[in-house]
């Protein structure tokens, strides 16, 4: 009997964050596959579960063509990660391995609430109109590809959602990509920063386009940078969309 892979978005982690069918989908698994992070999170809302962490790319590349190996041999197999499984997520590479394995397994993914979304709401209603996600780690993507897509954003006028802004190996990803933004933007507009969005230890910030560079930021943050209809009322972090009261 064929099994079943799911390829989960679990959101920030908390299991208030999670959508019913994502929580029903590793309630049913056999084993649950993640990166050890992801893994310790699932932990806490889903302790008995039987786990397989893994702590490089190189080892989730592997445990995706074991998990699909699972899934063809009657296991139902979960396997995700935080956020949205399609966003910047694990599902594209799970496709992938399935087709070079041309396996027939049925595989089905579930989406998250990813970073941009939970940050968000933190912040107010910055996203209210079109949007731009994009992630500054350069590890996969070269960086004078991210910041030509940068360049592109900034002058549509679209807000902008940066991911990985910044890390120990590429500290200065986010500076750069300032430099792009300022070329277009008013050096006020309004920047909002949230950290560990709908975790335990959450914070976040509302500055300006000017001051970024000074901003305490990591790689668990997520930056939100407004257009020209991005204001700030009462401490939130709002774009119009033409709405007037």
Known sequence: MRGKLSVIGFGPGSIDYMTMKAIKAIEHADIVIGHTTYVDI??????????????????????????????????????????????????????????????????????????????????????????ALINLFDWITPLDIILSRIDAVAASDMVICLYS??????????????????????????????????????????????????????MFATVIIGNSQTFVSNGRMITSRGYTP
């Open 165 to 218: 802004p910044k890390s120990i190996n590429h500290p200065d990803n986010l500076d750069k990509a300032t430099d792009v933004i300022m070329r277009y933007r008013d050096p006020e507009t309004p920047v909002g920063i949230v950290r560990n969005a709908g975790r335990h230890d959450q914070s976040h910030i509302i500055t300006t386009l000017n001051m970024l560079k000074e901003a305490d930021v990591d």
């Open 42 to 131: 699932l932990r806490q809302p889903f302790p008995n579960k039987s786990y397989r962490a893994v702590d490089t790319m190189e080892e989730l590349e592997e445990h995706c063509r074991i998990a699909v190996k699972d899934a063809q041999e009657g296991w139902n197999v979960a396997i995700g990660n935080s956020g949205d499984s399609g966003i910047y997520g694990i599902a594209g590479i799970i496709y992938q391995v399935a087709e070079e394995m041309d396996a027939d397994v049925d595989i089905e993914v579930i989406p998250g609430i990813t970073a941009a979304f939970a940050a968000a709401s933190i912040l107010g209603a910055p996203l209210m109109h079109d949007t």
